[in-house]
């Protein structure tokens, strides 16, 4: 508070005059003493409380003073009974006190603004730097996506490719196929040719040959050369079947390409085992006279199976003359003899 | 002895002249005009910092008090005058401090409002 130096040289002037006064007045009476004004109580209180806070000196620092000084003269002026000057330096005291709470207050909320203005800094920073850090994970990202897309692509072509590969090769393998098939067709067009051929030629060469017959089963062309041809329970050709054995040698090797299975077979008559003998015995002389008439060797095979492939009932003559038989078989299909009674 | 008392006579009035000389010049004796200006200064103050808004109260007894210390200060009551004086001022210098105060709570709630809208912009996912 702004005191005027004018007014204060005649108050200092007069105050020390009544100081004086004062304690004489006190010196003469002696120990006698005014209750506590509390107004002034009350402010020195108040004054008190403000000063033991920490800032309040520094901020209020001015205010604080005048409050001290305003009490100390406002008890001097209770003191002298001067109500007018009390009343005044009362309400200086109050007001000074008022203004220091108010200056505490306002430095109170300057520094909660600083405070809120340090962390707003720190938040647009930290904005800022999750901003960026934004950024770069985006960016991070972005990378990653274009390494994946061009390892996707890198691996769909490469995967493509193989397919493409595998693809090719599948085809050339199904070309193969188609031609193995092809010739494989050809091969089967000119072995059916040839069979149907043969099977010509057999049937022409068993219409002619009274002791030939033909037969076409699954197993393929069969000639059947009957029992005529043999002597009575015996495994020689008859010297009458020449013709027939000639015929028969040249249409073989006429029909080269195919492997020839010579079977030989019996009626029931007669034990098996003896039977067995018998038509392996038949089977192989019929062998060795086409191989002496130039059939290879190696493309006949020769079996007995006694009476086990009867093509004709045994019970009577004509099936028993039947039965008895020496089998050619051209192009072997199935490999065993077939016949009604097979077993 | 009458010139003794003559000159008692003459002494008592100069005495009394004196005193009343001295009555005179206590009574004409005004505070300074700059103080009146200091107190004018201060209102200003106060009004700047906004203190007719927050603190209207205050300035107004402000104002007040002066237009009473200037008139007690015309009528010679100069103590009184000073006493007035003082207290405008002083209701002067707490009106500015408390539109400062009103103006600091105004910027610390902007501040806090920006800070809520900043932080809640900065955790947006």
Redesign the interface.
Known sequence: MIFSKHFMQKKSLASAVKVTVLASFVALAGCASLPPHPELEALQTRYEVMSGQSYASQEAQDELVKTRDAIALGRDAYERDDDDELSHYIFVADKNLDIAEARIELYETRAQIASATEVRENLLREGRDFDVARAEAEARAATADARLAQSDAARSGAALSAQQTQLALREAELRDQERELDVKDAELAAKQAQLEAAEREAQALADELEEVSMVVNERGTVLVLSDIMFDFDSAALKPGSENALNKIAQFLINQDSSDLKVEGHTDSLGTDGYNLVLSSDRAESVRDALVARGVPRERISIAGYGEDYPVASNDGEAGRQLNRRVEIVLNDQVGRPVGIGAR | MNSEKNGKILRSFFVTALLLSSSSMVLADK??EE?FT?ARMAIEEAQESHADKSASSELMLAEQKLQEAKENDDDGR???A??L???S???A??AE??G??AD??V??NE??A??TS??A??RRP
Do not use: C, G, K, T
């Open positions: 505070l300074p103080r200091m100069e103590e009184v000073d006493r004086l003082h207290q001022m002083l209701h210098e707490l401090v408390e400062m105060q600091a709570d910027s610390f501040l806090n920006a800070l900043l932080e912009e900065i």
